[in-house]
């Protein structure tokens, strides 16, 4: 157990619809990273926050993608208008402390149609 | 430009014996490296980490060698069990960036 929970696990949904995907870390961490994985390629960085803060979005995140962290604890990342090619598996991880050590969740499945 | 890569893509061992897993980088200001395990259908796995103070780290049957010179690092499995069949990703960092860069993933089968 990496103290990650996501859900949902799988969703399957028509290109043009919105989806949000939620991360519970086990606990207030105060970093939590979201990246995408594509099939047989390592996963890519996303966006992190700092507590409630957004620090960092990769050019990746177009402006149809849209994350929160409104109280420091859980997250949220929404897709507005999906396309096919934003199918993916969409990972969330806790940073433990300060070391940079990342712990992921066993993933969001997005399956546009 | 920045880049972590892997050089074989699928690595095949029979059960009992040792594995290693190549890893090139290309950012010479890279200083983390952390080794993961991914399962099918499930998340990334922390398996070990290596700081670029250290030439060598080891864990629970698996040892990191980090070599600077040539910017490669190695993953080396200890008598691979079946459980160990997976895609390994590298991953690298450097201080001051928070996002991990990842390669593109070895797979490891374990014939019995």
């Known amino acids: 157990d990496t103290g990650v929970s996501q859900n949902p696990r799988h969703k399957i949904t028509k290109r043009g619809q919105n989806v949000t995907f939620r991360c519970d870390p086990i606990s207030e961490h105060n970093r939590l990273y979201w990246y995408r994985q594509t099939l047989g390629q390592g996963p890519e960085f996303l966006t992190y926050?700092?507590?409630?803060?957004?620090?960092?979005k990769s050019r990746l995140l177009s402006d149809r993608f849209s994350a929160e962290r409104p109280k420091g604890s859980f997250s949220t990342l929404e897709i507005q208008r999906t396309e096919q090619g934003d199918s993916a598996m969409y990972l969330c991880?806790?940073?433990?402390?300060?070391?940079?050590?990342?712990?992921f969740g066993e993933g969001s499945r997005l399956t546009v149609l | 430009g920045e880049s972590v890569g892997l050089h074989l893509p699928t690595l095949s061992v029979q059960e009992g014996d040792n594995s290693i897993i190549n890893c090139a980088y290309s950012n010479s200001a890279s200083d983390y490296f952390i080794w993961y395990k991914q399962e099918s259908g499930k998340g990334p796995q922390f398996i070990i980490d290596i700081r670029s103070n250290m030439d060598k780290r080891q864990g629970q049957r698996v040892t990191v060698l980090l070599n600077k010179t040539v910017k490669h690092l190695s993953l080396q499995i200890a008598a691979t069990q079946p459980g160990d069949s997976a895609v390994y990703f590298c991953a690298e960092n450097y201080t001051g960036r928070r996002a991990l860069t990842f390669g593109s993933g070895t797979r490891l089968q374990v014939q019995p």
């Open positions: 926050f700092q507590n409630e803060a957004q620090l960092e």
């Open positions: 991880a806790r940073e433990e402390g300060n070391t940079g050590e990342l712990f």
